[in-house]
């Protein structure tokens, strides 16, 4: 389900694995934040948790939770005005339209739970994004973005012909053993201390591949790439 990454004393960091829901399933089981607040509580440590952002249930990679109301709330500051840097991994196999630069455009809901990437610029979705060439003909995606919209990665990457493999909605027709899309660093500062964090993918024979770890020795720290321009 999940594997610590950080604990602060107001906070903590964990990394989500794909497949298993941010909420609680019902029958299906117990989601992520309930499993890290259960985990909180055996180790007699303060049971308060509070969700300050979420992942997709495909998404694994770095989800933060605040260990008391406080914390949210300065965490919910920090997201609501972009003052925290998230970067993100993706694969996909065709050729997208563009290598690198900047994705942007208004989202509406589309079909099937799907959204869609318009022209118009009222309140756009904005994404920048690098790429780099691996195995097999895929391409990987390294993506920075500064809103914080439903699926906006996902619909971003299919905007541009580059559905991420794996995606149940945006690239139906992908065979793969998840959907490769994962949070891997985030940088901010939260009561003045400065924190970084990433973490590689541990899951998913494509991430897993030679030439992929090879290219993320070069994107240790993503903050200091040559990002497009905004």
């Not at 196999?93 to 809901?109: E, F, V």
């Amino acid at each position: 389900m999940y594997q610590t990454i950080a604990e602060h004393h107001d906070f903590i960091v964990v990394d989500k694995y794909p497949g298993s829901n941010f909420h609680d399933e019902g029958e299906l089981g117990s989601g992520l934040f309930s499993r890290v607040k259960s985990q909180l509580k055996k180790q007699n440590k303060n049971a308060d948790l509070y969700p300050v952002h979420r992942l997709d249930k495909m998404t694994s990679g770095l989800v933060i939770f605040a260990k008391n109301l406080a914390c949210a709330q300065t965490f919910g500051r920090l997201f609501n005005d972009h003052d925290i840097e998230k970067y993100y991994l993706a694969i996909s196999d065709k050729k997208p339209s563009k290598k690198q630069g900047l994705i942007k455009g208004d989202m509406a809901k589309s079909r099937r739970g799907m959204f869609k990437l318009l022209r118009t610029m009222k309140n756009p979705a904005i994404t920048q994004f690098l790429s780099f060439s691996i195995a097999n003909k895929q391409r990987l995606y390294l993506l920075k973005p500064h809103s914080g919209k439903t699926h906006q990665l996902r619909v971003a990457l299919a905007s541009i012909g580059a559905p991420i493999v794996g995606d149940p909605l945006y690239y139906s027709t992908s065979t793969a053993d998840r959907g490769y899309l994962h949070a891997y660093a985030l940088k901010f500062s939260y009561l003045g201390e400065d924190f970084e964090f990433t973490s590689l993918p541990t899951k998913g024979e494509f991430y897993l591949n030679a030439a992929v770890n090879d290219q993320l020795t070069t994107i240790k720290k993503p903050w200091q790439l040559n990002w497009p321009r905004l």
